[in-house]
């Protein structure tokens, strides 16, 4: 829209030679339209430039801001030539954050900061058997949630089974003509169709639990090493695996808070605290449903990496 000369009050036409003045009231000034179609063109952006998916900031679009909750973009400031995290709410009192460490840098930077954090999230040796333990008791109570379901929905399967049996009777003894027929077929295939797709979804495959728990070790025992060392789709990958939501930093003393972790890598946090003896802040609870959940998706979300 605002890169036609329209608004501006200007009539541009392949039967004519030149651009001329229209007799209409413009909708924005000539020089807002310059200006608007500079920024389109990425010029007029007072010494910084913004790129989407840019290797240096992979945080962009994914922090949030924890003075206004707003979320934070990026750029790269052309004069001194350093990217940074800034908020996108205007009047925030949150200060542009640098996001890498370097010589022109007074701070830690907010990727180095994450890395850190991963670090603490990382699944260490000593923690493995404990945490396979408690995998394996997360995937039981969850195979037998589902137990449960699967007997309600085999149950709706062989009475809509019976349903379809008596209509084809009813066909045949021409109680029924050929239109109602089809029309209550048609409908208790669907319902047939729908509830064995939610037969299929309600199945947990426990084949290979060990090479697949191997599997999930190796990568969580790697996280920060995966983060820091792989392509900005890599790390937006491992990103939204362990902080769906994004994740909130305070500006004030540049530390990031962990509320909005997947289940899988709270796990990881508090074996680690009851290991040193920390006192724990938000403990897991192997009964709830976001326990089941995790127990059902560890092998799309976490072996799947």
């Known amino acids: 829209m605002w890169r036609n000369p329209f608004y501006c009050g200007i009539l541009v036409n392949s039967m004519i030679n030149e651009p001329v003045m229209g007799n209409w009231e413009p909708i924005v000034s000539m020089e807002d339209f310059k200006h608007i179609n500079d920024v389109l063109e990425g010029k007029g952006l007072s010494g910084y430039t913004q790129i989407k998916n840019d290797e240096n900031r992979p945080l962009q679009s994914y922090l949030f801001c924890g003075i206004c909750g707003g979320k934070m973009t990026g750029y790269k400031s052309s004069q001194k030539n350093i990217h940074y995290y800034k908020c996108q709410t205007k009047g925030c009192g949150c200060k542009d954050m640098n996001a890498l460490t370097g010589k022109k840098t007074i701070t830690k930077g907010l990727n180095l900061l994450f890395e850190e954090l991963l670090e603490k999230i990382t699944l260490k040796g000593e923690l493995i058997p404990h945490f396979k333990k408690q995998i394996r008791s997360i995937l039981e109570m969850s195979e037998k949630h589902k137990v449960e379901q699967r007997k309600k929905v085999e149950s709706e399967i062989k009475y809509q089974t019976s349903q379809l049996n008596s209509l084809l009777n009813k066909f045949l003894d021409d109680l029924i003509d050929n239109t109602i027929y089809q029309s209550k077929k048609m409908e208790i295939d669907n319902k047939l169709s729908e509830l064995n797709q ?22 969580l025992g790697n996280i920060s090493k995966i983060w820091s060392s792989g392509s900005i789709g890599v790390k937006q990958k491992i990103q939204n695996l362990i902080f769906p939501n994004g994740i909130f930093i305070s500006p004030q003393n540049r530390e990031y808070r962990t509320s909005n972790i997947q289940v899988i890598f709270q796990l990881i946090l508090d074996l680690t605290r009851d290991t040193e003896g920390q006192k724990k802040d938000s403990p897991i609870n192997l009964t709830d449903e976001s326990s089941l959940v995790a127990g ?9 990496l």
């Open 198 to 219: 939610k037969l299929q979804e309600l199945n947990i495959d426990l084949s290979n639990l060990n090479s697949k728990l191997e599997k999930a070790v190796e990568i």
């Open 296 to 304: 059902t998706r560890l092998e799309r979300a976490t072996f799947g």
